[in-house]
C-alpha cells in the first residue's frame, strides 16, 4: 500500500509564495506520473500540474507562477507557488500514477488573504 502526505500549506498574503511537499512511501511501487489537484467547497477539483521524467506540465491558471518538481531520491514532488492570489485559496492534493492505479494525498490546505 502506498502512501502520501502533502506538508507546507497555510495562509500567506497576495503576492506571497509557498512551498507544497508531497512524500510517498509504501513498497513496490513507481509512480511514472506525479502531481496535484486543487479543491475549492463547492466545486469539482482542479488539476494544476504534472510532472514525468520527460515533462512538467501546467495548467493556464498557475503556469508562469508555479513550478512542479521531483526528487525521485525522496519519493517527494514539491509545488513552489509565487505570486499568489486570492483565487489559489483551496485545499491542494497531490497524487502518483502507477501503470495501474492513482494514490493520493490527504490534501493541505493553502489560503491566500490579506
Known amino acids: 500500500q502506498v502512501q502520501l502526505v502533502e506538508s507546507g500549506g497555510g495562509l500567506v498574503q497576495p503576492g506571497g509564495s509557498l512551498r507544497l511537499s508531497c512524500a510517498a512511501s509504501?513498497?513496490?511501487?513507481?509512480?511514472?506520473?506525479m502531481g496535484w489537484y486543487r479543491q475549492t467547497l463547492g466545486k469539482q477539483r482542479e488539476w494544476i500540474a504534472t510532472v514525468t521524467s520527460t515533462n512538467n506540465n501546467y495548467a493556464h491558471t498557475v503556469e508562469g507562477r508555479f513550478t512542479i518538481s521531483r526528487d525521485n531520491d525522496k519519493n517527494t514532488v514539491y509545488l513552489q507557488m509565487n505570486a499568489l492570489k486570492p483565487e489559489d485559496t483551496a485545499v491542494y492534493y497531490c497524487?502518483?500514477?502507477?501503470?495501474?492505479?492513482?494514490?493520493w494525498g490527504q490534501g493541505t490546505q493553502v489560503t491566500v488573504s490579506a
Open positions: 509504501g513498497n513496490n511501487f513507481t509512480f511514472y506520473a
Open positions: 497524487y502518483g500514477d502507477t501503470h495501474r492505479t492513482r494514490s
